[in-house]
């Protein structure tokens, strides 16, 4: 088990990640060795916590919903769920 992220360490990994983001897969890999060159607990638990994001964002994910969640059939203005009037503001 790994000890603890202090909130100081967590603001740096969480700014790194969402730098890491920002850049091409290529890039990305040189930008996170030179990390782990300098500050070695941080790129470390950052490339497990890119990792981790890869594998479970493998296009999958996004397109699932739309392929297999149906329409509720109280979707629409002027359709009751419950109780409750959908209206064109609501949705």
Do not use: K, N, Y
């Not at 990640?17 to 890999?29: G, S, V």
């Amino acid at each position: 088990m790994r000890a603890p992220v202090d909130a100081a360490a967590w603001a740096r990994i969480s700014q790194g990640f969402d730098e890491a983001l920002d850049l091409a897969p290529a890039q990305r890999a040189a930008w996170l060795a030179a990390l782990e060159a300098s500050e070695p607990e941080i790129g470390a638990a950052l490339r497990r916590l890119l990792a981790a994001h890869e594998q479970a964002d493998d296009g999958r994910l996004a397109a699932a919903p739309r392929a297999w969640w149906p329409r509720p059939w109280f979707s629409g203005p002027g359709r009751r769920c419950c109780r409750a009037r959908w209206s064109a503001a609501t949705g």
